[in-house]
């Protein structure tokens, strides 16, 4: 590619949430390396470590680290190292979910309220957490974007209390975005289609919603995490400075159609 399309060249940005090669954080990782970003990137723990660095080495990250949004030590050392290494940063991506199996599998009304605030604290909160890091780091402006999915305005079967937190979270997004942005910090959280990630595993008949919305979308395919790479960098580059607050559907359409 050439240097004059490599428009993240001179950002630097943290992304959170890579677990293996399928999911969307990497996909965002790989094109935020192609067009030229310096990265930040984290493991959730030693274990989660070393699937994550044989992915990332080719994008040599000068940051590295592990962060488990649950240990508020590890979130502060995270952002103390780019504040050390970087003085700055451009963009955030927060890519992490997570509901326990019998919440998540079951009614919501008859979600554990453990399970219920665990769900918020690390799909949703966190996302808080990180931005209140972030806001000094960003005297010049920025970019923080956060993941969505359609089951947080339409009910979708299987999906259950995840709904209700991701509306949460979209919420949120609408907020921070008011709040900040008259410091030219642009919030949005993306919206994809459903993919097979770690994540949507838990789901249950992920299969079937898959091929539901194959065969729904107008583009009648499914989206990859490349395509949603795509749109994250546009959004945390300059071209995108006049747009904040949005949830952005990346979903060959499927929001779309009854």
Not at 56 to 64: G, K, Q, R, T
Not at 161 to 174: D, F, I, N, T
């Amino acid at each position: 590619m050439n240097n004059e399309h490599r428009y993240l060249t001179g950002k630097k940005g943290l992304v959170v949430g890579i677990a293996n090669d399928e999911s969307i954080a990497y996909g965002c990782a790989l094109r935020f390396n192609e067009l030229g970003a310096v990265q930040a990137i984290t493991y959730q723990n030693e274990k989660s470590k070393r699937f994550v660095e044989p992915l990332v080495e080719n994008f040599a990250p000068e940051i590295f680290m592990p962060l488990d949004v649950q240990e508020s030590e590890q979130m502060d050392a995270v952002f103390k190292a780019i504040q050390e290494k970087w003085g700055c940063l451009d963009f955030l991506v927060h890519s992490i979910a997570f509901m326990p199996k019998e919440d998540l599998q079951g009614r919501v009304i008859d979600c554990s309220l453990d399970g219920f605030l665990m769900a918020m604290d690390i799909s949703c909160h966190s996302f808080i957490r990180m931005a209140r890091l972030a806001e000094p780091l960003m005297p010049s402006g920025g970019c923080l974007l956060a993941m969505s999915y359609y089951g947080a305005n339409q009910v979708v079967t299987n999906y259950n209390a995840m709904g209700p937190v991701k509306a949460a979270l979209e919420s949120v997004v609408r907020y921070l975005a008011a709040e900040l942005g008259s410091k030219r910090i642009r919030v949005h959280a993306l919206s994809p289609g459903p993919l097979k990630t770690r994540a949507a595993s838990g789901i249950g008949n992920f299969d079937e919603l898959l091929d539901q919305a194959e065969k729904k979308s107008p583009q009648k395919r499914l989206v990859t995490i490349e395509d949603v790479g795509s749109v994250a960098a546009f959004l945390v580059s300059d071209h995108a400075e006049s747009l904040t607050g949005n949830i952005t559907f990346i979903d060959a359409g499927y929001h779309i159609v009854d």
